[in-house]
Structure formats: C-alpha cells, structure tokens
C-alpha cells in the first residue's frame, strides 16, 4: 500500500472586523469552489447547511484521483 502523501495546514491569524478577514473570506469562498470543480467536491462546507444530505452528494461525485484504485 502505498504512503499518504503529507498535507499542508495552513492556520492564518485572522482578526475580526479587519481587511484581512474580509480577504480570508473571499479566499476561502474561492477554495471551495476550486474544490468543486476540481476534486470533486460538489456540496462545499458553506453549503451543506442548505442542504439536506450533502455527503452523499459528494460520495456520488466522479473521482478522477490516481489514488482511486488503491481505496477500491
């Protein structure tokens, strides 16, 4: 089986009420939409709340990863 590959957190440090607050939520609104059109992520975190069963939406969702055939 092979590795995970590692993963990069990132943990800015955001006051509220600032320019960078509003930025960071711009940026994270972007995020997730390049997550839905390109990983496969089609009811992102912000939406799920308007949404009655998004993790089965984004189960049923095509997964192009290389990874993909490990996990079958």
């Known amino acids: 089986m092979a590795k ?4 990069i957190n990132i943990h800015p440090i ?21 997550r839905a059109q390109l990983h496969g992520i089609v009811i992102s975190a912000s939406l799920a709340e308007f949404c009655n069963d998004p993790e089965s939406i984004n ?3 095509p997964n192009f990863s290389p990874n993909r ?4």
């Not at 509220?16 to 972007?30: Q, S």
């Open 59 to 61: 189960k049923a969702a």
């Open 14 to 34: 955001i006051f509220k009420g600032t320019y960078d607050e509003k930025n960071w939520g711009v940026l994270k609104r972007r995020w997730e939409d390049l």
């Open 69 to 72: 055939l490990q996990r079958l």
């Open 4 to 7: 995970e590959i590692p993963k």
